[in-house]
C-alpha cells in the first residue's frame, strides 16, 4: 500500500496519494474516505483515494465527475483546476472519472431544501448544511439541478492549488531552494536560474512528501482562463464527427439489439409471437424482459426490423387511457386531502378578496418529452464474476447500485464507464435502458450487448415531464397587484423518479411549487398552494423541474393582474420586487430592450420572470401578429449568476435554453391514447426549427453572492414570456401550452 | 456489393434496402453520421453522395450510385474544412450530436449558394434539427464559412 496523509481544511479533508509512478491529489469526506472508486482499477501498492488530479507517466489527468451532457461540464471542471494548477487544457486528459459515493453532489440538496435561494440567512443555512449529509450517504454522484459549478467551484480549485504547490515542494527540496522562490506555468515548475521541472517528472517526489494544504486561492483578478472564452475541449472533435458518444461506442465482441417494450408504459406483456421475426437474417436472440423483449442481432437496423415485425398482447397501462382522465385527475386534486404544501402566506388572501373584483383563471400545461437528438443506449458485459457498463448516464451510483442487486454481484464488481452524452435535458437521470441491456447480457454472458432505443421506441418510453394545472385568484387595488392566490396540482416528480430507484423520499415534494412560492416578489396578500395529484403516466425530471410548468403559471397569471391594475408590467414587478439582484435583472432586461418605446403595429412585447436554482432570470420577447401568425422577433434574457465562468459557454446555453423553452411553448406536447404517447417522432413534436428562432441577446449580472449555474434557469420565464407577448400582441391570453392549440406560429 | 466512401472503396454484404445510415455506422464502423430519427425530420444522418447533401437514413444502400463523404471524410482536425473552422470559431456545439449533419448540410449548401442571403440560410439550414438550441451560432458560422470560402 502506498502512504496516505490527510490535513483537515474547512469541511473536507484533502490528501495527497501514492499511485504507480506518480502521485495523486483529492478528497475524503467527514474523516472517513468513501469507497475508494479507483482502488479497483488500480494494481497492487496504489494507494485509496477520490482523486481530481492524478500525475504519473501517462501525464497529467484532471478527472471531472460531474457528467457532460453537452452544457460543457468537462470544460469547465478541467479549466478550475486547471486555473489554479497552472496546467493547460491541451496538456491535460481529461476523464469522468468511475463512480464512487465521494464525488458527492452538495449544491443539489441544499436546492431541495424548504428555504428560498434568496434566503441565506442562518436558518436557511444551516439547514442546508443538514441536508446536505444524507445526501453524502446517498452518495448521490448524480448530475442536475445546475448544480456542475456551485459545486465545483471551491472544491476543483482548491485541488489544483494544493497540487501545484506540494509540486513546487517537491521541486524546491531537490533544488534545495526555497518554494517562494519558484513559478508555475504550463504544467512545469520553474526555477529562477531557468531550470525547468516538469510536473511528470516531479510526480514520485510529490508522492513522498506531506501535501501543502496551507494555501490560498488565488484572487479572480489573477484568473487567466476563468470568467475569458475559452475553447472547449470538445468543440474540435464535436466539430469533425471524431467524438464518440455512447451510442457510437463498440467494444470488441459486441453484439446490436433494441428493446421494445409495452407502449402503455408499465403495463404488463401478455404474451408476443416472435415467428416472423426470429426467421429475420441477422437475428441471433429473442430475449423476454421486464415489460417486453429484448431483439439481438448483429445489426442495430436489423434489430430494429425484427422487432418491429413482432407481434405483441400488451397489457392495459396503469393510468388513464386517455388525456380527458389525465385533466380530470388534476382537476380534482385541489381538495384539502391532497394539500401538500403552503409555504407562502402573506397577509390575508381571502380577506383581501372579498368584495374585490376578483380575477380567475385556470392554467394548463402537457406531459413533454425530452427526446434529446442522441436515442439512448447502453452497452453491458456481464460474466460471472464483474459487470462492465459503457453508458452516457447522470447517475452512475443508482445504476451501480441496481445493477448489483439484479445480478446478486458486489457494487465493486460493477464498473460504470460514463461516455459523451448527445443531449439529456433530465433523460438520461433514468437508467431503464441500462437495466435491460443487463437482462438481455445476463442471458447471454460474456458477450457484450449494445442496445440502441430506436427513436419511436425512445418517445413511447421517455418518461416525460408532469403534466399540471393551476388555478389563480387575485385582484388590483389603486393600481397596483394587491392580492395574488396561485394553487398548483400536479403529480410528484420526484415520487415517480426515485420510486423507479426504489427510494422514497420523505416530506412535500419541492417542485410541485418550484418557481411559484419561492418568487422574490412582495404583493400584499399572496399565496401559493401546492397539492400532490395521484400519480399518472410516469414522469421524470424535465429541464428546470418543477418550475418549466410553474413558472408559466406564476408569471402569466401575475401578468394578468398587472394587466387588470393598468399597470406597466415591467414597472409592476419591479416595484413588487423586493431583491435586490432580482430587481436589476428586470431593469436589465428593460434596459436591453427598450422597454417602454414604439414598437409599431401589429407588434407587442412581453415580460416574464422566473427564480429557480437560485438564479433569477428576466425575459423580454417581441412579436409580430403577421397574417399567417405570430413571429418571434427578439429576446432580450438577463440572468444573474454570481460569476459568470465562461462567457461564450454562458451565451450558448443560455441561448440554448430560450430556444428550448420556446420550441417547446410553441408546439410541443404529449398526449396518451389507448394509453399510448401518440407522439412517435420529431415530425408530430419538432420543436423550434431554425428559420423561427429569434435573435436573442444575453447579458450575465454578477451582483449575486452564490456562484449558479445556468443549464436551466432560461427555460422557465420562455414559455410566460412569449404568451404576455402574444396577449401584448393580440388582446388574446392563451392559458394553456403548446400555444399553438390556440395560435399559429410562422 | 461495393461502396466508397471517404476515397476508400468498401465490399458489403448487406440487403439491398438497408439504409446507408446503417451500412456506415454498423458493417463500416464511420459513426460520424448520427442516428437521430430515421425518418428524414432530424438530419443528424446528413452525408453527401457526389458532394450533394443527402439523408442517409433514407438512401438504400442499393441506390448509392456515387462516392459517399461522411464528416470525417471533409475535413480532419490537422486539414479542416472552412465550415468546421467556423464551426470551431463560434463554438457552435453544445452536445454536438447534430453538428456533424449541420456541418454537411452548411458545407452542400455553401457548395450551390456562395453568397447565401441570411434567409438563404434560414431555408436552408431549417431541416436539421439541434435540440440543444445552437441555431443562433449555426446562422453566424454559416455566413464566416461562407466568407471564408469566397476568400479561399
Ligand atoms: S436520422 Fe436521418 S434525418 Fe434523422
Ligand atoms: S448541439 Fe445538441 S442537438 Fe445540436
Redo the contacts between chains.
Sequence with gaps: MGRIRTIARRTFLIGSATIVGGVAFGYYMYQRPSANPLLTDLGEGEAAITPYVKIDADGITLITPRAD????AYSIQAALIAEELDVELDQVNVDPGPPSPAYYNTALSEEGAPFMSTDEGFMAESIRAVMDVPMKFLGMQVTGGSTTVPDGYEKLRIAGAVARETLKSAAASKLGIDPDQLKTANATVIAPDGTELSYVELAPLAAAIDPVTNISLRDPKQWRMLCRPM??I????????????G??Y?VDGMV?ATVKLNPRQGGAINGFDASAAEKM?GVKAIVPITGGVGVVAD????AIQAANAIEFDWGEAPYPAEMDGHWQTLSESFIEDRLESRQRDDGDVETALQGADVIEAEYRVPYLAH?????ISAIVKVTDTRVDIWTGTQIPRFTQNSVAAMTGLDAEAVHIHVLM?????GHRLEDEVVKQTVEIAMAMKGTPVKV?Y??EEDFAHDFPRQIAMARGRGAARDGQVDSYDLSIAMPSVIASQMGRQNFSVPGPDSQIVAGAWDQPFAIPNYRTTGYRAPELAPISSWRSVGASSNGFFHDCFLDELVHAAGADPLEERIRLCWHEPSRKVLEAVGEMSGWGSDLGPNRGRGVAFCMSFGVSCAEVIEVTNTDAGIKIDKVYVAAEVGKVMDP??FD??V??????GL?HAMNCQITYSDGMAEQT???DY????????P??EVRGLENGSKIRGIGEPPVPPAAPALANAIFAATGQRIRELPLNKHIDFV | MQIMVNGTTHEVD??ED??L??VL???L?I?????????A??G?CTVHVDGVAVRSCQLAAGDVDGEVT???G????DA?HAV?EA??EH??????????GQ?MAAASFLETNPEPTDDDI??A??A????????????EAVRSAATKLMEA
Design positions: 451532457k453537452g452544457q460543457g475553447q472547449r470538445d468543440i474540435v472533435p464535436k466539430s469533425t464527427g471524431a467524438l464518440k458518444y451510442i457510437d463498440e446490436h437474417r445489426n442495430t437496423w436489423r427526446a434529446p437528438l442522441e436515442p452524452m448527445g443531449g439529456s435535458f440502441t430506436s427513436r461564450v459557454n450558448n446555453l441561448k440554448g435554453g430560450v430556444v428550448f420550441g417522432n420529431y415530425h419538432e420543436g423550434m426549427r431554425l428559420y423561427q428562432c435573435q436573442i | 448487406v440487403e438497408m439504409p445510415l446503417w455506422r454498423d458493417e464502423g459513426t460520424g453520421p448520427k442516428y437521430g430519427c430515421g425518418i425530420q432530424c443528424a461522411t464528416i470525417e471533409l475535413g480532419t482536425p479542416l468546421q464551426w470551431i463554438q457552435v456545439a453544445q452536445c454536438g450530436y447534430c453538428q456533424s456541418i434560414d431555408r439550414m431549417s436539421n434539427l439541434c435540440r440543444c438550441g445552437t441555431y443562433p451560432r449555426i446562422r
